[in-house]
């Protein structure tokens, strides 16, 4: 790590897709702000992977690549994967899934807040109150299946879902503690167990495990959902939710329909987090219904970004690089709501006008996190 020579390496891996377009994006605003404040400067350098990196190579995630992650303080990523190219069994191309097996980053953190002035998606005013966050378990769950899945004859395929006593509690822990910094700023805090025990032997042991965890969180509201009601929470009341903590593919469905309830993928903003590593990336995909054409929203990308300051401001003890993640959120509000609403939600602004309001509004974002 790179502390002592006070610069901060980021491995910068677009990827494929409109992942390279946020990721340009985000690039130019990660420098404006720079220019504007003190503080450590992040040193960016951008690395291959992906899905037509493979089709080029042969190579989905060079060992270069996966290197430079390991060494990086942090990894700022794009979206990776395209729908044609794939292994022979069906499966995509998608090193992401590589590199949070081998950086071990196991929670998945999804915030999701509503930003006012957007055109809301639900007509509800308390819409405007949407505030939680989804914690993800990354390094098993169904996903655990991957590569190991198997069809018997042509006729029956298996995928097995794994959990863990060490994977289920570090997750769990990672959440309640997560809470445990968002009650200091909303005054409560809960973990919501989301799972399938009234089912699954694997989930009520996933359950079984959370409920440890929670007991060493006395402070800590916790309480219990299956995931099919969550679902339908998250529609009819998303605002009454705080910190929720799921397995894997659960985690994956519910932080979509999330993003949806906020305006779409382009408004939901994601960190894989590990004791050790930590990558940043916007929860959506590379979207090739829109690559190429201007139209995809980086507001997710310069969000996560925002939460890759926060992690080195807290790991480095760098507290001006707070100070850059607010200034990067206040300007993303201020673009929002004076007008630069992103075609993803009905508006006309497309990547590069969401980006120049952006980095517009940083002179004002200043005087307002001042
Ligand atoms: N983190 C990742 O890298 C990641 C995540 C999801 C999907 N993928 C991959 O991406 C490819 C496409 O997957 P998909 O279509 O299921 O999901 P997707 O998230 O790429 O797109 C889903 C829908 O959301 C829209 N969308 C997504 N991001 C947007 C943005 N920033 N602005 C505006 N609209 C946006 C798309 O246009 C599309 O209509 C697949 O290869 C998939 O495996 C990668
Ligand atoms: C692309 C895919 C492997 C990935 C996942 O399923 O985790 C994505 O959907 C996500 O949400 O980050
Ligand atoms: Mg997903």
């Known amino acids: 790590m790179t502390v002592s020579s006070n610069k901060l390496d980021i491995a910068v891996l677009p990827g494929d897709g409109i992942g390279r377009e946020v990721m340009a994006a985000c690039l130019e605003l990660l420098a404006a702000v720079e220019a504007k404040t003190a503080g450590a400067p992040l040193r960016m350098n951008t690395w291959q992977a992906g899905a037509q990196f493979y089709a080029e190579s042969g ?38 899934l590589d590199l949070r097996m081998a950086l071990d980053l196991y929670a998945g953190v999804r915030p999701i807040r509503w930003f006012p002035g957007l055109p809301r998606i639900l007509s509800d005013e308390r819409v405007d109150d949407i505030d939680f966050v989804l914690v993800r378990e990354q390094t098993e769950g169904l996903f655990h299946a991957r590569g190991r899945g198997k069809v018997v004859g042509d006729d029956e395929a298996y995928d097995t879902m794994c959990i863990t006593r060490n994977g289920t509690a570090r997750v769990s822990d990672f959440a309640f503690r997560l809470a445990q910094r968002r009650q200091s700023r909303r005054g409560q805090a809960r973990v919501t167990c989301v799972d399938k025990a009234n089912v699954f032997t694997s989930m009520a ?19 219990h959902a299956y995931v099919d009601a969550m679902a339908l929470v998250m529609v009819k009341k998303p605002w009454t939710l705080d910190v929720m903590v ?42 090739p219904d829109i690559a190429g054409q201007g139209k995809a929203n980086p507001c997710a990308m310069f969000l996560s970004a925002a939460m890759m300051l926060d992690w080195l401001a807290e790991k480095h003890s760098e507290p001006q690089l707070e100070v850059r993640a607010r200034l990067i959120e206040a300007s ?9 609403v992103p075609i993803e939600l009905g508006g006309t602004a497309g990547c590069a006008a969401v980006t120049r309001e952006t980095i517009a509004a940083l002179p004002q974002a200043m005087k307002a996190v001042a």
């Open 205 to 223: 042991f996933f359950r079984k495990i959370f409920d440890e965890v929670a007991a060493t969180h006395p402070t800590i509201g916790a309480d």
């Open 246 to 287: 799921t397995e894997n593919m659960f985690g994956d469905i519910l932080s979509d329909l999330a993003a949806g309830l906020v305006g779409g993928m382009g408004m939901a903003p994601s960190a894989d987090v590990g004791d050790k590593h930590a990558l940043f990336q916007p929860a959506h995909g590379t979207a």
């Open 59 to 96: 190579e989905a995630l060079p060992n270069a690549t996966l290197d430079a992650c390991r060494r990086a303080d942090a990894v700022l990523f794009g979206a990776m994967g395209w729908p044609d190219i794939r292994h022979a069994d069906g499966t995509e191309i998608i090193p992401q």
């Open 332 to 340: 993303v509000q201020m673009a929002l709501s004076s007008g630069a």
